[in-house]
């Protein structure tokens, strides 16, 4: 386990409408050990695709902690979302959480998917309609 809360910049931000929302989400799960752990999937239509879950700390984490929130990032993960914002939208077109990623050449429309210049992931439909 890599313990960056105190000697490393953080490798995304978070706003604080992504904190309060992880931060609620947190408190309903009553476990202290879980943070949010974000990480990138090969799949979605543009080639990789971005997740988030509560969950509890691993050996290779990257783990810092921002807003209140402890932040969990595995190693391969790390290189493809280093700089980014994660955010919580609520509008009128849905809620959900949106990562505003700098190393994405080209995103899908759904906002969960994306390609990096030097990924060669394979594309697969999403079902998100694009």
Not at 52 to 80: H, K, N, P
């Amino acid at each position: 386990m890599i313990d960056n809360s105190e000697t490393q910049t953080a490798l995304i931000t978070i706003t604080s409408a992504a904190a309060e929302k992880v931060r609620e989400l947190l408190d309903a799960e009553g476990n202290a050990e879980l943070g949010l752990r974000i990480f990138v999937a090969g799949g979605g239509c543009s080639g990789l695709q971005y997740g988030m879950t509560l969950d509890e700390t691993q050996e290779s984490d990257s783990i810092f902690e921002t807003q209140g929130v402890r932040v969990l990032i595995d190693e391969m993960s790390a290189e493809y979302i280093s700089g980014s914002e994660v955010d919580y939208v609520d509008s009128l077109m849905g809620a959900g959480f949106t990562v505003n990623n700098p190393n994405a050449v080209s995103t899908c429309g759904c906002g969960h998917s994306f390609k990096t210049a030097g990924d060669s992931g394979a594309a697969r439909s999403c079902g998100c309609g694009h």
